[in-house]
Structures are given as C-alpha cells and as structure tokens.
C-alpha cells in the first residue's frame, strides 16, 4: 500500500483521482479548502505552510506518490497565486516526504488551454518566482478585459518551470519523476457551471480547443493518467507534459 497526497481533491478530476487511488487500496491523504482531510487555502504562504505540517503529520514523514490538481479558473490574481505558485509550493514543500520513499513521483495538472493563448507579462514573473509581480500582471489583464487569458499563462508557467525541475537533482538526481497532465475540456461540476452550460460559451470553446474523441470528455480517463505517473509503474518517465485532450493538441498542432 502507497501514501498518496491529492490536492484539489473534493471536486473534479482531484475527486476522481483520490477515489481512484483509495479504490486500489492506497491510503489517500485529501487536500482542500473543504471537504478533506487537510484544509489549506495554497493561495496563501500560511496555507501552504499548514499544508505541510499536517500532510507531513498525518503522513508519518513519508508520501509515495503526490498529485497536485488544486487550481482554479477566475479571471483574478488568486488564479496565479493558486495555479502556479501554489502548485510549485506544493510540489517543492513536500518534496523531503517524497524522498523517503522507495518510489517516490510528483505529477502535476496542467491545461491544453496553455498552447492556445497566454499573457507574457504573467509568464515571465511567474518564472521569474515574483508572486507580487506575477499578481500585478494578473490585475492588470483583468482590469483590461483580459482576464480569460490568466488561467493558460498560470499554466503554461507552470509547464515550462516543470519542464526545468524535473530535471535537477533534487528531482530526477534524486529519483523522483515529476510530469504533468493537460486535460482538455473534461464533464467536471466546475465547467459544467462556468460555461459548458452556456450553449453560445460551450460553442466557443469548441471550437477554440476542438477534441476528436468528443466534447466534453470524461473525467475518468484523466484521472487514470494521473495515477499511473504518480504510481510505481512510472520509473522512466519524467519532464513531460502528458495531454489528455481527446485529441485537441495534435489537431491544433499536428
């Protein structure tokens, strides 16, 4: 039996993904801002902070696998405070637990919407690991009118800040795989609620991310993906940005 750590898990693909792992007979430690086993809100240092202690208490000083789903969509700043710096805060904080596993992996959730637009202003601070500057940004593309485009540059940050990570030695050096998963447009609560019950919305979205295999696509699928990188089966693969799109990415960039 592993101990997994699944943030963003009361809803969505983070649900289905620690319902998965518990299925299988793994120990599940739950992470949100409700409904969990760990509360914490990761768009703060505080909330993260708590994160760690209590994951690190209640997993006895060691987590297997971690699945960082935890994210949202607003067109706000607490969409790149949450998506990228407190996915990487996540990611970083609980390393040491990952390391005093036999078989340590990370994986991460991304987007296919970080290939179809982004802010450059977000982008670069969010790599340049300047929260207060990367929030302004985001301000400033909402006040604009832009805020749509602050969620796929928070994740395609978090791409590219992954791509480099997963690399060094305190991860690949240390033998802990870190990838991510892009989903395309998946039949969760959340975009049932934001616009996938919006026909001129779902239509626009459609057609901007066009997904062969269909639209909107199942959950299920995106949450076996994640289980299986973050599982002992995964020894060999790492850097990588996995896209469980039904299609969409090969077609927007064959």
Known sequence: MRTYVVTGAASGIGAATADLLAKDGHRVIRCDVRDADVLA?????????????????????????????????????????????????????????????????????????????????????CLSLDEEAAGEAGRRAAEAGRGRVIYPSSKQALNRWLRRAALA????????????????????????????????????????????????????PVASLLAWLAGPDNSFVTGQILYADGGAEATLRP
């Open 41 to 125: 809100d990761l768009t703060t240092p505080e909330g993260r902070e708590s994160l760690f202690s209590e994951v690190a208490a209640a997993s006895g000083g060691r987590v297997d696998g971690l699945v960082a789903v935890a994210g949202t969509g607003m067109p706000s700043e607490r969409t790149v405070r949450l998506n990228f710096f407190g996915t990487i805060a996540t990611l970083e904080g609980l390393r040491p637990l990952l390391a005093a596993s036999g078989a340590p992996r990370a994986v991460a959730v991304s987007s296919l919407s970080a290939i179809v637009a982004a802010d450059d202003d977000i982008v670069e601070a």
């Open 169 to 220: 030695p305190e991860w690949a050096g240390a033998g802990i795989p870190l990838n991510a998963v892009a989903p395309g447009v998946v039949d969760t609560e959340s975009a049932r609620k934001t616009f996938l019950s919006d026909p001129a919305t779902r239509a626009l979205v459609s057609s901007a991310m066009p997904q062969p295999l269909g639209f909107p696509g199942p959950v299920e």
